[in-house]
């Protein structure tokens, strides 16, 4: 996983932008509380997300694969390790909050990194993870990375955290447009456009249009969001 930030993270690729703050605030306001205080990013890379969930008032902390997370993410705390396989720094019990966008589609073994997440968090803390979802995108937007390798549904999400130890597991299908969030009911607009044979551009390669490319795409590449609790 060595540069896998400098190649797929390059601010040519994938300029610095108001999403992460966006998403941050989403997760913050409807799927965590006022208890939820400390939060452990996994899978950071180049830390947007990390320094976005610092702006809206989490103690944050990483770890990653790349040793290039340590100079993205300053002046946070981030450890290099194998995630499939090393322990996090952290003590059983010591975090309010784990938060993965993006990482398990890349283990060969997800349950090694979810088990970890599990001893880390509190009683009654919180994991949210994200992924893409592979019923929207296994026609091909998945394998623009080379290194996904365990797709998942919502179904099978959902079954390896309750597997793994989590309780109260939620599991949703998530388009990442902000639109939707501020207004719920437009989504139907959107499954509309995902089910139009327009065509886009995958990842950040963009042949036309970019604003008009980030509606189609997102209309038609599903997140899954879920969260679980650690059991009192």
Known sequence: ??????????????????????????????????????????????????????????????????????????????????????????????????????????????????????????????????????????WGPFYQDHTHVTPFTLPSLRDIMIKTGYVNVKVYHFRQLPFIWKYPYSEIIFRLIAKLPIPYSPMHEVSYNPKLNKIVRFSKEVMLLATGDKNE
């Not at 993270?9 to 999403?19: G, I, W």
């Not at 941050?24 to 950071?44: P, Q, R, V």
């Not at 995630?83 to 589609?105: A, L, R």
Request: proline letters at 4%; a negative charge.
């Open 1 to 138: 996983m060595s540069n896998y930030l400098k190649t797929f993270y390059s601010k040519e690729k994938r300029p610095y932008n108001d999403y992460p703050l966006k998403l941050a605030s989403h997760i913050a306001e409807n799927f965590l509380n006022n208890d939820h205080k400390s939060l452990l990013d996994i899978g950071c890379g180049r830390g947007d997300q990390l320094k976005a969930f610092a702006e809206k008032g989490f103690e944050v902390s990483g770890c990653d694969y790349d040793e290039a997370s340590k100079e993205f993410c300053l002046p946070h705390e981030v450890q290099i390790l194998d995630i499939e396989n090393d322990k996090i720094n952290k003590n059983e019990n010591s975090i309010d909050v784990v938060f993965s966008k993006s990482v398990i589609e890349h283990l060969n073994d997800p349950e090694k990194l979810l088990k970890e997440a599990l001893r880390v968090l509190r009683p009654k803390g919180r994991a949210v993870i994200m992924c893409p979802s592979w019923i929207h995108m296994g």
